[in-house]
């Protein structure tokens, strides 16, 4: 479900955010099995050369972005930017998104406003956040929308509707989630041109979902033979062409589809993906193991990349299965050893010329014995790391998302003060109050007011986040200087400087210009707290960025 929504997406982003589409080549549909192996193992020596060709073309698009000279202009080349990051690197798409967004509002532009707000709820659509990506939708009604970005509203509603259905825990839970992605699925095909890719790919899910394989199969490839096709739509039609395959039970070709689909996707450079994890989790199954692991290596690191947690999900629940297999295949090892050994010692008994052989043979099997136990260790040891890489990518997207959600909050709340700023002033012109005008102008109140409300809404968000770190900050202090704010629900100046380090914002000097002291001061500050410290004065600023893991 989540791979055709990647589909509509593809196309539909030159509609909403004017995309531009890569030259056709030659297709692999022709190519036997064994010569599409050779090509992915190809693909998967050279993924480095194709991401370098992929961040050269977002150099160049984020080139174009600096040198627009209008926000029409800057919007549209945002467009591109942000159709190039979507399936990438998730936290670079919702930037982008946010700028589209804030250029629409600069720009008095609701519908480029709109447009935003629909590329935002895109990518979190893509990232698993349903409630947030829910949220936006409620907010955004058909009659805010122009005609053509009607597609786009249907598509990230039938996408959300059908990861959710995906992965709802209750049975009711799925068949309304279903429900409304058979809706929202309908009015795609109402709203798109017959002709399109679009359409094509729409019905061919249609099919698949209603049990309709062969129509599916009809209908995808009556396009792909009527129309010359980019590398990243290949992809997309292999990918819903494998799904028809292995609902009719053809496993040779629903092998084919998803290689094809899985080269392609890797050629493409993309890194929010389905073909490939799915082919290795095939892979596994016919036994190819070595070639499933690497490929399966591969998915994960794309995805820890792209911050696309969904993948990140899925992927881990492929490797117990990969670890079950790897550790049948040492228990089949270990059967035989033991037969081995059983026979060599019936042998002892009637050979005994063949004692020395039978020696040999017991000092082979302990060194083979200690290679299983150092592999079974080097696994644990990379379960391990692969948990604490979950835990860090889990806690650094829980901060970024409060945070750009406070950053969105506070451009809004000054650009409303700004404006009664404004009124204000104009005010006092009118009445000709010149004199109270450049008192007001002069007047730092103002400024000191919005820093203090900067300054309140930084401690309320960092302590939503870590609630506890006052109290667990103090723990690494002597007990009797200890620090502790004057209200509930707020820092100081030394805390503040503390949490920022705790955020991962260790100079000085960036500190300074966010709390408005001199380096100096910051720099006294922190040697003034690290003299209070309980434990070695040197690591406690190790121990903070620590707290609240």
Known sequence: MSKIGTAVLSIMAAIAIAGSAVPARASLNDAPIDSLMGVLDNVMERRQYYLQIKEERLARLRDAVDTTHTADQRFAALGRLYDEYLSYAADSAIAIAAEREAVG??????????NGRLNTAN?????GSYTEVLDIMRDITLLDLPDYLYPYYFHIKRTTYGNMADYAVRESDRRHYRYLTACYRDS???VNDRTTSTWSLIKGDMYNATGQSEQAIATLNAYISNHPMSEHEEAIFAYTLAEAYRLTGDEANYKRYLLISAIDDLRSGVREYVSPRQLAVLL?????????????RLCLDDATSSGSRLRIFEINEAFPLINEMYISTIRDQQRRQRSMLWLIALLVVFLAAALFWVYKQMRHARRISAQVADANTNLRRLNEQLHEANADIAEHSRIRTEYIGRYMEQCLHNIDALAAYRKQLRKLLAAGNIDRVARTLESDAVLDDAFDNFYNDFDSTFLKLFPTFVQDFNNLLNPDERIYPKHEGTLNTELRIYALIRLGITDSAKIA??????????????????NRAAGDRALLEEEVAKIGR
């Open 513 to 530: 210009k966010f709390l408005r002291y001199s380096v100096t001061t910051i720099y006294n500050y922190r040697t003034k707290v690290r």
């Open 123 to 127: 990518v979190l659509s893509m990232t």
């Open 105 to 114: 509002l600069s720009n008095n532009s609701h519908e480029q406003y709109i």
């Open 188 to 190: 795609l095909l109402t």
């Open 284 to 296: 596994y199954n016919e036994g190819d193991l070595e070639r499933a692991y690497q490929l399966l």
